[in-house]
């Protein structure tokens, strides 16, 4: 009868044992799943520039070529008279046709008003004139960009540059934190200066917080290389939409 009893107990004890490691092997697996589990990160939406159809923009660059020089006609010249086939006049011979006798009459002023007068072109007060990017002699260079040949791989390699500038500057997170769903397009447009510089920013965009980022960004740009127009620096106009899309 002892002998059953320590058996019973000794199987007892053996299920137990398996039931507890299978219990421990099945908690440690759940455990590693949970802890190992791959995390969602919400990442931003990524920004681009807008090329689309409704923006004046074309996002094409026409390379400057000199105009074309103007053939000028010879002017043609009377031929020489010979002296010998000149008709001699008698200096006693009375002239029966006598034109028009020539009267100089007094012409009448009258007082200059100076607001008439036009403007002078020389004046230093006048506003810079500026060209478009598009058609601009030879585009401004951006940083890294000197050593370009063309002007068309100039300004390609000026647009790239400012495109990684905006998408990696530009805080998407501002469109969902006000509330904005949906495709957002930003229009902006910027001068470079005859000193290189961005200057008269201007942004229309769907949200006031967007055109303050929009201009944060463009603030960013660093002093160019400035455009020329047949040798001298001017300012240049670029216009850059950005685009970007708020998951809903």
Known sequence: MSNKHD????????????????ASLLFSYLMFEVYTAVPIVNQPPPVTVDDGETYVWDGRFT??????????AEKQTKPVV???EFEIVDNDAAIEEIGEEFKNKPVESSPIDPSAL????????????????TKIERVPVFPGCEKLKTNAERAACFSEKIRKIVSKKFNTGLGERYGLTGLQRIYTQFDVDANGLITNIQVHAPHPK????????????PQMTPGKQRGTPVTVKYQ???????QD
Not at 240 to 246: C, D, T, V, Y
């Open 82 to 84: 010979d002296p010998k």
């Open 118 to 133: 036009p403007d002078d072109p020389d004046d230093d007060d006048k506003d810079p004139i500026s060209y478009p990017f």
């Open 210 to 221: 967007l055109e303050k980022e929009a201009k944060r960004v463009i603030s960013l740009f």
């Open 63 to 72: 390379e400057y070529q000199e105009p074309e020089e103007k053939v000028i």
């Open 7 to 22: 058996a019973n107990v000794r199987k007892s004890t053996l299920v137990n044992f398996q039931i507890g490691l299978i």
């Open 240 to 246: 850059l939409p950005i685009a970007f899309k708020i």
